[in-house]
């Protein structure tokens, strides 16, 4: 069988035995139906972050990437937001809050001592932890009947999507379908 044929195959298959995908023509192309799965992941993904509980209740799950990106190292708002594709107002009220938590502590900037630099304290440390162990908990269960291959299959593409995502964010990309 033609590999068009086995991917439109797949397709309506994927379609019958995910009845949450929206009935909708066959789509034409491989990326059509990935546009399709997107908006469904996303979608689902935003209601188990709704559900899920805190590891702290005042710390909002949307600033936990500030705390993973200060892993590396002391980083300035500024640098913060950019690394979180935010704006720096809403960065600097996420981290005036993690501070005030003591999650956070703000000092000179090494680079430049007019700066201030902000540092992951002992508790943010924990708590971090806390977070990344939820999560791979959580993983792990809903995984479970996945082989560790295709688990590392999966994450590969992944990164190689989101790599592609994040360069396309500053690239401009000419769309076809104009």
Same mark, same amino acid.
């Given at each position: 069988?033609?590999?068009?044929?086995?991917?439109?195959?797949?397709?309506?298959?994927?379609?019958?035995?995910?009845?949450?995908?929206?009935?909708?023509?066959?789509?034409?192309?491989?990326?059509?139906?990935?546009?399709?799965?997107?908006?469904?992941?996303?979608?689902?993904?935003?209601?188990?972050?709704?559900?899920?509980?805190?590891?702290?209740?005042?710390?909002?799950?949307?600033?936990?990437?500030?705390?993973?990106?200060? @892993? $590396?190292?002391? +980083?300035?708002?500024?640098?913060? =937001?950019?690394?979180?594709?935010?704006?720096? *107002? &809403?960065?600097? /009220?996420?981290?005036?809050?993690?501070?005030?938590?003591?999650?956070?502590?703000?000092?000179?900037?090494?680079?430049?001592?007019?700066?201030?630099?902000?540092?992951?304290?002992?508790?943010?440390?924990?708590?971090?932890?806390?977070?990344?162990?939820?999560?791979?908990?959580?993983?792990?269960?809903?995984?479970?009947?996945?082989?560790?291959?295709?688990? @590392? $299959?999966?994450? +590969?593409?992944?990164?190689?999507? =989101?790599?592609?995502?994040?360069?396309?964010? *500053? &690239?401009?990309? /000419?769309?076809?379908?104009?």
């Amino acid at each position: 069988m033609p590999r068009r044929r086995i991917w439109l195959y797949a397709a309506s298959n994927f379609r019958e035995e995910f009845p949450g995908m929206p009935p909708s023509p066959t789509p034409s192309t491989p990326t059509a139906v990935l546009g399709d799965d997107l908006v469904r992941v996303v979608k689902l993904l935003h209601h188990v972050r709704q559900q899920a509980p805190r590891r702290h209740p005042q710390v909002d799950p949307m600033a936990y990437p500030l705390l993973f990106n200060l @892993v $590396a190292g002391p +980083r300035r708002v500024s640098a913060l =937001a950019e690394a979180i594709h935010s704006d720096v *107002s &809403t960065v600097s /009220r996420q981290v005036s809050l993690l501070v005030d938590l003591g999650f956070v502590t703000r000092g000179p900037d090494p680079d430049d001592g007019r700066a201030q630099a902000l540092t992951l304290t002992d508790e943010g440390q924990a708590l971090l932890h806390g977070i990344r162990d939820d999560r791979d908990r959580w993983l792990r269960g809903l995984l479970a009947d996945w082989d560790d291959d295709d688990v @590392v $299959a999966f994450s +590969r593409h992944l990164r190689h999507f =989101a790599a592609d995502l994040e360069a396309s964010l *500053s &690239t401009p990309t /000419r769309r076809t379908d104009r």
